[in-house]
């Protein structure tokens, strides 16, 4: 009588599991664009594979351009491509009526985005945020990329990895906008001092945990906005 043909029993590819829970990892935001990955040691032990595992499967994320070599040892997370639209950036510069568009798009974002935050961020995303409100509150120049740091820190309590890979790709567009809205749009200093106010009322907002409130802040900002960018003619 013949034996028995043996099938070979599959294998889960170790490497292949490592980089789903990494990339799992940084979907959900435990891992962040910028952030440090740990240790192959640590990572291994977190996994319950071995290192080699472990370097298999980060080899293959930095393979799709999702993470990259630290210089002297170290893997961190790929951040997002800033400028990513240069043709869109330029269009902001030589037509004002573009950044209409992109203002109700920033409501729509930022709004979700601080109510996030109001919920997800921690004790020291607060913090981050209240810092660049004290350097707006005490730097008369650099306002725009101040400004941009604000909305920067928001986008990282969020701890949405989607939104700030959204915001990467618009993020010379934004810096434009901003530069454009504090140092030609907003020319006076009581528009400076309402810029501020609002400001503090998104931090209070966040740092009483209050996601509505924090919604409604900063659409009652951008709200602001726009009705400098109507008397200036850019909506039509």
């Known amino acids: 009588m013949a034996s028995p043909t043996v ?3 599959a294998h889960e590819n ?3 599991r490592v980089a789903a829970e990494v ?3 940084i979907a959900s935001g435990e891992f962040a664009p910028g952030d440090r990955l740990p240790a192959e040691r640590r990572l291994a032990e977190m996994l319950d594979v071995s290192r080699v595992s472990v370097r298999a499967g980060l080899q293959q994320l930095k393979a799709q351009g999702l993470l990259t070599a630290v210089r002297g040892g170290g893997t961190r997370v790929a951040e997002p491509p800033t400028g990513a639209d240069p043709a869109l950036t330029a269009l902001a510069q030589i037509d004002r009526g573009s950044l209409a568009d992109l203002l109700d798009i920033r409501s729509l974002l930022e709004s979700w985005a601080v109510r996030r935050a109001a919920e997800k961020a921690t004790d020291e995303d607060i913090a981050l945020i209240e810092i660049q409100v004290e350097r707006m509150r005490n730097s008369a120049e650099n306002r725009a ?5 604000f909305h ?3 986008a990282k309590a969020s701890g949405s990895t989607v939104y700030r890979h959204l915001l990467g790709v618009i993020r010379g567009t934004l810096f434009e906008m901003l530069r454009y809205n504090r140092d030609e749009l907003f020319g006076e200093p009581k528009d ?3 810029v501020m106010q609002q400001h503090e009322a998104i931090l209070t907002a966040l740092k009483n945990r209050d996601g509505d409130a924090a919604s409604a802040a900063m659409v009652a900002h951008l709200a602001w906005v726009r009705t400098h960018y109507v008397a200036a003619g850019l909506f039509s």
């Open 7 to 9: 099938q070979p029993v």
């Open 14 to 16: 170790l490497g292949d």
């Open 23 to 25: 990339l799992h990892f």
């Open 145 to 149: 990329q101040v400004d941009m740091d």
């Open 152 to 154: 920067l820190a928001i």
């Open 192 to 194: 400076d001092a309402a």
